[in-house]
């Protein structure tokens, strides 16, 4: 019995000596310290012994048990270590950082949009917000372009389907806004009407938000885009005002040795009408192909109210002056940054929009 014990005991140690992981660790525990393991068995047997044998025998077994117990879990402590410190084979790494957080942004358009309205606060204008669903009279009519006027084919318009119906009182022969038909707003300039029927000057708002047009889509049109607007009105302004507005933002914008240049433009609500220009910043005004080889880059359009527009939301246009302004913001950092196609902004694929 002594010498079977000698025999267990050399090969338990020889075996848990090679092993390398807890998996085998635990076979071996099961083998040689389990219920159904040699050892046990020895144990179960001792009752079958004389006194004298199993008193020696009693001795040695619970020697040896006692012996395979501390060296199981000196190995295991080896093998725990072993993992934690990644020396062994199967390890895990605990200095291994955790894997970040995917942070979401804002929008290159969100974030386009809040520059140019920031820069127009510390100019003194107020930020406000209009709707995207609008009256005809908003759009068009209170904007100088009645229904037929052959100003409307510069907007591609998307009608709402719904009939007007006014069942309400008709003031001097006049229909309300709400009788005319709604669209989705082709610009955001409606909102010059809006806010100054709600305000009496002086105003200076700006008015970022999304416009429609029935348009096809190409790298430089878009059906849905974003525009900011603004309106200044006040005693005495002129069209100086509106040159040193614009020029302190495309400086603050583009950079301070942007150039900026001022031609006569139409817009049926504005009298004079301008459109500004900044030299292109690729060629730096030689002519490429982004600026058509003229040099410059047409960033908005401009021009000072016109006086219908003033009388018919009741302001004295004898008195009061002001400026209009309305820019495509999508283009700004489509100059700004080198984009050629404005689908970009749009399709989502955050390879483009993890750039800004
Ligand atoms: N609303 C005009 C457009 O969409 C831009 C504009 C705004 C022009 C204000 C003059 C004054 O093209």
Not at 20 to 43: F, P
Not at 208 to 227: C, I, L, M, N, W
Not at 303 to 311: A, N, Q, R, Y
Not at 315 to 337: C, H, I
Request: glycine share 8%; charged share 25%; hydrophobic share 35%.
């Amino acid at each position: 019995m002594s010498s079977l014990l000698d025999a267990l005991q050399s090969k338990a140690l020889a075996e848990l000596a090679s092993i390398a992981d807890l998996k085998n660790l635990e076979d071996w525990r099961i083998l040689y310290l389990g219920k159904k393991s040699q050892l046990n068995q020895a144990l179960r047997s001792l009752s079958s012994l004389s006194i004298e044998e199993r008193r020696q025998m009693g001795a040695q077994a619970n020697q040896l048990k006692a012996l395979l117990e501390s060296s199981l879990e000196d190995k295991k402590k080896t093998l725990q270590q072993a993992q934690l410190t990644g020396t062994k084979q199967e390890y895990f790494d605990i200095t291994l950082p955790g894997r970040p957080l995917t942070l979401g942004r804002l929008h290159p358009v969100t974030q386009t949009i809040r520059e140019i309205c920031s820069i127009f606060s510390g100019l003194g204008f107020q930020v406000v917000e209009g709707p995207e669903v609008e009256w005809d009279y908003y759009n068009f009519e209170s904007l100088n372009i009645p229904p037929g006027h052959p100003a409307r084919d510069m907007w591609s318009t998307f009608w709402m389907d719904v009939s007007p119906r006014w069942s309400g009182p008709v003031s001097q022969g006049h229909l309300p806004a709400q009788a005319s038909p709604m669209l989705l707003r082709t610009h955001t300039s409606p909102m010059q009407t809006r806010v100054m029927e709600k305000t009496k000057p002086p105003v200076r708002v700006v008015i970022p938000g999304k416009v429609y047009r029935y348009e096809a889509t190409d790298a430089t049109h878009e059906s849905q885009f974003h525009q900011v607007e603004g309106l200044a009105v006040d005693e005495g302004i002129t069209l100086a005002d509106l040159k040193g507005t614009l020029y302190e933002f495309a400086r603050r914008f583009f950079g301070s040795d942007r150039k900026a240049r001022f031609r006569c433009d139409y817009f049926p609500f504005v009298e004079p009408g301008v459109e500004m220009a900044i030299d292109c910043w690729v060629c730096k005004g030689a002519g490429c192909r982004l600026c058509g080889q003229s040099g410059w880059i047409e960033i908005l359009g401009a021009g000072m109210v016109h006086p219908h527009v003033l009388e018919r939301v009741g302001y004295d246009s004898s008195k009061y002056t002001g400026f209009a302004f309305g820019m495509g913001v999508e283009r700004m950092p489509m100059l700004k940054n080198g984009i050629d196609d404005i689908r970009h902004f749009f399709t989502n694929d955050l390879r483009f929009l993890r750039q800004f």
